[in-house]
């Protein structure tokens, strides 16, 4: 759980300077009490009663040195040149000591703490990505980044300087007199107690409709991401209207618990400010009839106090600002506090050897369950030799993905363990691991930028034979001269102007130019027509025998070429030959090619 301690550290690495600059705001803003001080001693030079002791020194010490004799005009023009330094000295310095800072800070940190949350994505567990969907997690990420560079230059810039002056205005009152002084500061402190009191019931509420939300922005993104679905089955009114219901709670939350809620403080708020003032304004008179105080200081006080009390709508103001923006703060440290996965790779530069792996793979009695009551897989055990293809099959749910998974230290087994050359993959380093394996999957995910990014997407360095020669193999080159600029045509998001065969074909030939040890396809071509099927198994067939290559296919017919098919039945291995030999076997593998036989038939 997130608190008010992460917030601030945030800004960790700037404190010092933030410190300093916060400091120096806060020190203008108690000068800009010098104005109504001043203008009390010069009231009290005019109407000829004493000014303060401070100013008798003050005007003692420039007569004394300046060779002048101390008289009304002299006073006067000290008192001036005080506000002249309070207002038009200050005017050019006080941008760049505190407006400056107030902004570059935010600025640099959300630079800083973007590059962190990609950092964060990018080493958060497979399974972190099953609960939240991109929508959700992009929009926190935004807004916590977003309401926390709004909210700095309004905390550090305005509300502690104002908390400030209201100290300095205190310890003015407290010189003049005494009594009213500690009224001014109990009334002060009632204000603000209570204040904050109401605000943290708000912000409770804030908190939860942030929740609320962010699962609002998480169904649109779905929307977004299925639209052909919604489209396809003509949802578009039943969406929408399932959108306004959320949207009306959200407004009836805002409008009639929250902002309600900040209306009824400010309300009150601006009552008793009010009585307040009238009261210093009473006490004031009172000591100046009565002569405890001089004309000079019931200005003064008067001024000063009206300056206090003044400040409490906007501090009021930013620490509703403050509170609104809160809960959205706290959930994104929330989501940067979520655990790196086991699987995390270094991000860092380097430049340490790569591997170099002859591809000989070797389960050593692997067990796997995502949850410690349900094993997905159960001993397995199996041998691949360098440059054999291996594929697996069985019915859905039986374990094939998760084997990929394993593989690709996504997840580390319960049990036994994974060699590649005889080592233990967990011993190896993961970033470098992963660097000698490559995957197609069933869907291909496809950036968006050009076709030339894509295809180099895994090794950046290749060069355009190197890609040109991929792409043959791959079949890429049947549609490339279809494209309207080659491989600079920009593919758009999700790959959208592809087609699933071009897509499939696109991966083939990415996963190619990394030049793996390990390729493997994981049903590429499960979600295909008969001619896209044929283009992807021909693509298939002039890799084998150049590395070690694991399929894992629904269509039986893809592995008919395979050296060795690996049948696999609720988590375990029941079946292990070529095509022929199993067929002759008549177990598993035969009714599951018989079914598909027959559906073939039929269709």
């Not at 330094?85 to 902004?103: D, E, K, L, N």
């Not at 009334?187 to 603000?192: G, K, N």
């Amino acid at each position: 759980m997130a608190t008010f301690r992460n917030i601030l550290t945030y800004y960790r690495a700037y404190w010092p300077i933030a410190g300093l600059s916060i400091a120096a705001s806060s020190l203008f803003e108690v000068l800009d009490l010098l104005v109504p001080y001043a203008i009390g001693q010069i009231l009290n030079v005019l109407s000829q009663q004493p000014v303060d002791a401070l100013i008798q020194r003050l005007v003692a010490a420039v007569a004394q040195i300046a060779g002048l004799p101390v008289n009304t005009a002299l006073q006067l023009g000290i008192l001036m040149g005080v506000i002249f330094v309070a207002t038009v000295v200050r005017a050019p310095i006080q941008p760049w000591i505190g407006g400056w800072f107030h902004w570059a800070i935010p600025l640099r940190a959300r630079r800083d703490h973007a590059e962190q949350a990609v950092a964060k994505i990018l080493t958060l567990p497979l399974s972190f990505y099953d609960e939240h969907n991109p929508g959700r997690i992009a929009g926190r990420v935004a807004r916590g980044l977003t309401n926390h560079t709004w909210s700095y230059p309004e905390m550090a810039g305005q509300l502690i300087p104002k908390l400030a002056r209201v100290i300095g205005i205190f310890g003015v009152i407290l010189l003049i007199a005494w009594p009213i002084a500690i009224a001014f500061l109990i009334s002060f402190l009632v204000i603000l107690g209570l204040s904050l009191r109401d605000l943290r019931h708000l912000i409770r509420r804030e908190t939860l409709l942030d929740s609320y939300m962010e699962n609002t922005e998480s169904r649109t993104s779905e929307i977004i991401t299925n639209i052909k679905t919604v489209k396809a089955f003509a949802a578009e009114a039943q969406e929408l209207q399932r959108l306004q219901q959320r949207l009306d709670r959200e407004l009836t939350v805002v409008l009639y618990r929250i902002h309600k809620g900040y209306v009824q403080l400010g309300t009150w708020q601006r009552t008793v400010v009010q009585s307040c003032v009238f009261g210093i304004l009473t006490l004031t008179l009172i000591a100046t009839v009565n002569g405890r105080i001089s004309l000079g200081h019931f200005v003064t006080t008067l001024t000063v106090s009206s300056m206090a009390y003044a400040e409490m709508e906007p501090l009021s103001i930013l620490a509703e600002f403050f509170a609104r923006r809160y809960a959205a703060m706290k959930r994104f440290h929330e989501f940067m506090a979520q655990p790196a996965g086991a699987d995390q790779v270094s991000l860092a530069p380097h430049d340490a050897v790569a591997y170099q792996f002859t591809g000989k793979l070797e389960l050593a009695h692997v067990g796997f369950g995502y949850h410690p009551e349900r094993r997905v897989l159960e001993d397995i055990h199996l041998r691949i030799e360098p440059y054999q293809t291996v594929a697996l099959v069985g019915r859905s749910g039986s374990g094939k993905s998760t084997l990929v998974k394993l593989l690709f230290r996504y997840f580390e087994p319960d049990q036994g363990q994974i060699l590649i050359d005889g080592q233990d993959i967990r011993t190896l380093n993961v970033t470098q691991y992963r660097q000698r394996l490559a995957i197609v999957h069933q869907e291909v995910d496809v950036f968006n930028g050009t076709l030339f990014d894509n295809l180099t997407y895994g090794n950046p360095q290749a060069g355009t034979a190197q890609v040109q020669a991929a792409c043959r193999i791959a079949r890429v080159d049947d549609f490339i001269q279809d494209l309207p600029q080659g491989y600079a045509t920009v593919v758009g998001e999700r790959g959208v102007r592809l087609s699933g065969g071009q897509r499939q074909r696109l991966g083939i030939a990415r996963a190619l130019i990394v030049d793996p040890d390990v390729l493997i396809f994981d049903e590429a071509t499960s979600n295909l027509d008969y001619e896209s099927e044929r283009a992807i198994q021909q693509a298939m067939r002039s890799i084998l025998g150049t590395r070690t290559l694991l399929v894992i296919a629904h269509r039986l017919s893809t592995v008919r070429d395979a050296d060795q098919i690996v049948v696999l039945d609720q988590g375990r291995i029941v079946e292990v030959g070529n095509h022929d030999q199993l067929l002759r076997q008549g177990g598993l593998y035969h009714r599951l090619h018989a079914l598909q036989a027959m559906g073939e038939l039929l269709n």
